[in-house]
């Protein structure tokens, strides 16, 4: 299964962009969809991430306020709408989700890279200040 991840580009600080992600081929069985972020030189964080079966979400505090994760139960494709982006936001960003394999998730698990089995080819975000 290959994710592709849509949606990075330039933007100023304040701006917005939406990144979407969605299986390149045949839709799949996962419980849950999430978002992380690499910048230059730091390790890949969690971003935010949702739960299909409930639609319970999370986010990592950094992006609390200002991010929104959703999906599109009908296209598996899930969303992440980024307001009031800063410059501390640059980065690749990467689609994940798992293969239904786990059984239901609880959030906590959902911010950590090891739940997922999938990965999308990443999408840059550059916010100039």
């Known amino acids: 299964v290959q994710l592709q991840a849509f949606g990075g580009g330039l933007v100023q600080a304040g701006g917005s962009l939406r990144l979407s992600c969605g299986p390149s081929?045949?839709?799949?069985?996962?419980?849950?969809g999430g978002w992380f972020r690499q910048a230059p030189g730091k390790e890949r964080e969690f971003v935010a991430a949702?739960?299909?079966?409930?639609?319970?979400?999370t986010y990592a505090d950094s992006v609390k306020g200002r991010f929104t994760v959703s999906r599109d139960g009908a296209k598996n494709v899930v969303y992440l709408q980024m307001n009031s982006l800063k410059p501390e936001d640059t980065a690749v960003y990467y689609c994940?989700?798992?293969?239904?394999?786990?059984?239901?998730?609880?959030?906590?698990?959902?911010?950590?890279?090891?739940?997922?089995?999938?990965w999308g080819q990443g999408t840059l975000v550059t916010v100039s200040s």
């Open positions: 994940a989700a798992d293969k239904g394999s786990k059984g239901i998730p609880v959030l906590p698990v959902l911010t950590t890279t090891g739940w997922y089995d999938y």
């Open positions: 081929g045949r839709a799949f069985r996962s419980y849950a």
């Open positions: 949702i739960s299909w079966r409930d639609g319970k979400k």
